[in-house]
Nanobody, 122 residues
């Protein structure tokens, strides 16, 4: 049973920083793709970053390029999202998602999802 558990969401001032974590368990893919997808109230989900395997290609939405960094620790099986220079428009529920195949920012293709962690920039 695949389980993804996010943490690290918080209330932060504009210009501030946060690091989100996603602990993964229950699957043993030889390679995987993991991503962060966010959803603001009344808006569609938006994939902001993804990484294929721990040191593989990374993908970023234009809205977060240069501010967010995705990384993965394969030993701890944990995905991270370092967020800097946060803006009010970054306010959203942030979800971690995973799949065996490389879907990049095509969030609808991800098979496994966490419950989300709330980020509020105000």
């Amino acid at each position: 049973h695949v389980q993804l558990v996010e943490s690290g969401g918080d209330l932060v001032r504009p210009g501030g920083s946060l690091r989100l974590s996603c602990a993964a368990s229950g699957y043993t893919y030889s390679s995987d793709c993991m991503g962060w997808i966010r959803q603001a109230p009344g808006k569609e989900r938006e994939a902001v970053a993804a990484i294929y395997t721990a040191s593989g290609p990374t993908y970023y939405a234009d809205s977060v390029k240069g501010r967010f960094t995705i990384s993965k620790d394969n030993v701890k099986n944990t995905l991270y999202l370092e967020m800097n220079d946060l803006k009010p428009e970054d306010t959203a529920m942030y979800y971690c998602a995973a799949d065996e195949y490389n879907h990049g920012l095509a969030w609808r293709q991800y098979q496994h999802w966490g419950q989300g962690t709330q980020v509020t920039v105000s």
